[in-house]
C-alpha cells in the first residue's frame, strides 16, 4: 500500500461547546500551524471552528502527526464548563493507495478515496468511545491496527499537559537530556512523564503504521 500512498485526516473537538468558541479556534489553529508547518505537501483547513481536514501526501506520517495533534491539543489548558480543562478531538485517518485524487483549493470539495473514507469513519466515531481510527482498502490490516488504537486510547485519553510536552519533544527526535533541559526539568522526571504516557509502546505502533500504510 505503501507506494503512492495518501491520507486525509478529519478530526473533530470533542466536547468543543463546553468551551468558549474563540479559545477552541486559537488552540486548534495553532496546533494544526505546529503540526504541518514543515511537512512537506500538507495542507489543512479548519471548518466551523470545531472540525478540520488535512490532506498528508505521504500516508506514514498520518498516525505520527494525528498523536501530535491530539498532545497539542490536551497540553494547552484551556477553561471549560464544569472540571474540563482539556480539549481532545477525534480523529478519522483515510488512507488510500490510489496516486489518483482532485485535489482542489478548498480540501472540503477535494475528492478521492482517502477523503471519502477519513469522512465516514469520523461520523462512525462520533457514536462511539473511541478517538482514533484507520481505514483503508486493507480491512484485515485495519482491523489489527484498530485493535491497537482502541487499547492504545486507553492511556491517550488520560494524558496530562505535562507528559504531552514531553511527548512533543521526542516526537521532534530530542533525547530525554535536551528534554529535560528544554521542559526545565530533570531527565528522570522526564522519563516517568514518558513511561506514564505510555509513550513506547505509542512509538511501536507508530513504526507498525509506517511499515504497513
Known amino acids: ?12 473537538v470533542v466536547e468543543s461547546t ?6 477552541v479556534l486559537f488552540v486548534l489553529k495553532e496546533s494544526l500551524t505546529k503540526a504541518f508547518e514543515r511537512q512537506p505537501g500538507a495542507r ?53 493507495s490510489q496516486a489518483k485524487h482532485e ?36 480491512p484485515d490490516t485495519d482491523s489489527w491496527m484498530n485493535l491497537c488504537l482502541s487499547v492504545a486510547e486507553l492511556t491517550i485519553s488520560r494524558w496530562s499537559p505535562e507528559q504531552c510536552k514531553a511527548i512533543l519533544e521526542s516526537i521532534k527526535n530530542c533525547n530525554q537530556t535536551q528534554i529535560a533541559q528544554t521542559l526545565g526539568i530533570t531527565q528522570a522526571a522526564v522519563n516517568q512523564r514518558l513511561k506514564n504516557a505510555g509513550w513506547t509502546i505509542m512509538q511501536t505502533i507508530i513504526t507498525k503504521f509506517e511499515l504497513y500504510y
Open 1 to 12: 500500500m505503501k507506494n503512492n500512498s495518501t491520507a486525509v485526516i478529519t478530526g473533530d
Open 18 to 23: 463546553q468551551y468558549n468558541y474563540s479559545d
Open 44 to 96: 489543512y483547513e479548519i471548518i466551523r471552528g470545531d472540525s478540520f481536514q488535512i490532506f498528508v501526501p505521504d500516508s506514514n506520517v498520518a498516525l505520527s502527526k494525528a498523536f501530535e495533534i491530539r498532545a497539542l491539543l490536551r497540553s494547552s489548558t484551556v477553561a471549560g464548563i464544569g472540571n474540563k480543562d482539556q480539549l481532545d478531538a477525534k480523529i478519522s485517518i483515510g488512507v488510500s
Open 103 to 138: 485535489l482542489r483549493d478548498s480540501l472540503g470539495e477535494s475528492y478521492g478515496a482517502a477523503f471519502l473514507r477519513s469522512g465516514r469513519q469520523l461520523n462512525l466515531l462520533k457514536s462511539s468511545g473511541q478517538r482514533l481510527v484507520v481505514v483503508s482498502d486493507e
